[in-house]
């Protein structure tokens, strides 16, 4: 600080005017600037005005570094097996002085096994997703030059396992920590508080508050974002039943050869589970059995496959299974929480 005084003489009339400063951003007055402070006295001697006399203190603003980050989409919804899902986040430069920001995640809850390939791109076009001009640009390691009260869109982007099941939960953290700015392209060094007094340069001051896994004053901030997988929990079945034979026909009838036998299979889709869409049935016949192509195939049936239930429909190839088996396929609707759908055809023991 540096301060000039003047020796004033006798003094019948003393008047005190301050000089403003730099107006105040939301983030405080920029580090770096100088506030100066003039006083200014008149007096008279004698009932005569004398020359006016004045004091100046000027001091530099110190750095506060101070930094937000808000989980914006959060839980977001996923499926097993998809890829590129996107939790988005906001990482606000409330510093007075322009800051780098190292960019780093942590996966807090949930099975490691099941979610991989997490990193960080800059949303540039602000819309909360994960665009072709973001994957073109590339991952991130870290935001450079923020200028203070600035606010920068982030997209944590993770894969899912197609082992995730319905309800499993993945907690994602993102952390950002205050480094120096001042080369563009280049991470700064990690900025810390000035020990002991203020000195007469930029002292550094850390007013960050605590996150999800910060402390307060360490210069970082963070903030967590969760996936909540919805997958479809389905049990398959598949029994038989034999239907007629050459001897008893249909009054309890044997499976013997040339007796008539009808496959069910069933589809149940648990409660409070993802509706299963596109669901499709593929069945390579025994080579003891001949395709009943009178009957045809039925889809869409219920759950015990009785007689009238589900419509025609259904393929069948001769030769087109694994080793040179004839092959029973078909496609069901879809299959919504708690409901079971079926597929039935019958065959002939050879």
């Known amino acids: 600080?540096?301060?000039?005084?003047?020796?004033?003489?006798?003094?019948?009339?003393?008047?005190?005017?301050?000089?403003?400063?730099?107006?105040a951003l939301a983030a405080g007055t920029s580090a770096g600037t100088t506030i100066t402070n003039t006083v200014t006295v008149n007096y008279n001697v004698g009932g005569v005005a004398q020359n006016t006399q004045s004091a100046t203190d000027e001091f530099t603003v110190d750095q506060r570094v101070n930094v937000t980050v808000t989980a914006i989409t959060t839980p977001v919804s996923v499926s097993p097996n998809q890829t590129n899902r996107v939790l988005a986040f906001d990482v606000a430069n409330l510093s007075n002085s322009t800051v780098d920001f190292a960019l780093t995640t942590a996966l807090a809850g949930g099975n490691a096994s099941n979610i991989s390939n997490i990193r960080i791109y800059r949303d540039l076009d602000g819309d909360r997703e994960l665009d072709s001009n973001e994957l073109t640009a590339g991952p991130i390691t870290y935001l450079d030059e923020v200028a203070e009260d600035e606010t920068v869109a982030v997209l944590v982007v993770s894969d899912i396992s197609i082992n995730a099941v319905n309800g499993n939960t993945f907690?994602?953290?993102?952390?950002?920590?205050?480094?120096?700015?001042?080369?563009?392209?280049?991470?700064?060094?990690?900025?810390?508080?000035?020990?002991?007094?203020?000195?007469?340069?930029?002292?550094?001051?850390?007013?960050?508050?605590?996150?999800?896994?910060?402390?307060?004053?360490?210069g970082r901030f963070s903030a967590q974002g969760r996936y909540t997988v919805a997958g479809a929990v389905l049990t398959v079945a598949k029994s038989s039943r034999v239907v007629s034979d050459p001897v008893n026909l249909t009054n309890n009838p044997k499976a013997i050869p040339g007796a008539t036998v009808e496959y069910c299979i069933t589809v149940?889709?648990?409660?409070?589970?993802?509706?299963?869409?596109?669901?499709?049935?593929?069945?390579?016949?025994?080579?003891?059995?001949?395709?009943?192509?009178?009957?045809?195939?039925?889809?869409?049936?219920?759950?015990?496959?009785?007689?009238?239930?589900?419509?025609?429909?259904?393929?069948?190839?001769?030769?087109?299974?694994?080793?040179g088996r004839d092959r029973v396929s078909g496609a069901l609707s879809d299959v919504a929480a708690g409901q079971t759908r079926s597929l039935y055809f019958q065959v002939v023991i050879n």
């Open 1 to 23: 600080m540096k301060t000039t005084k003047q020796l004033l003489g006798a003094v019948s009339a003393i008047a005190l005017v301050a000089m403003s400063s730099t107006p």
């Open 171 to 218: 907690d994602v953290n993102l952390t950002a920590a205050s480094h120096a700015a001042g080369t563009a392209g280049s991470l700064g060094a990690v900025l810390a508080g000035t020990a002991g007094g203020d000195t007469a340069g930029i002292d550094t001051v850390l007013f960050d508050g605590a996150g999800i896994a910060d402390s307060a004053n360490d």
């Open 268 to 323: 149940a889709n648990a409660a409070g589970a993802a509706t299963a869409t596109d669901v499709n049935l593929v069945d390579d016949l025994p080579d003891d059995v001949t395709f009943a192509s009178a009957f045809g195939i039925f889809v869409n049936g219920d759950a015990t496959c009785s007689a009238n239930s589900g419509t025609t429909g259904g393929n069948f190839a001769a030769g087109a299974g694994a080793g």
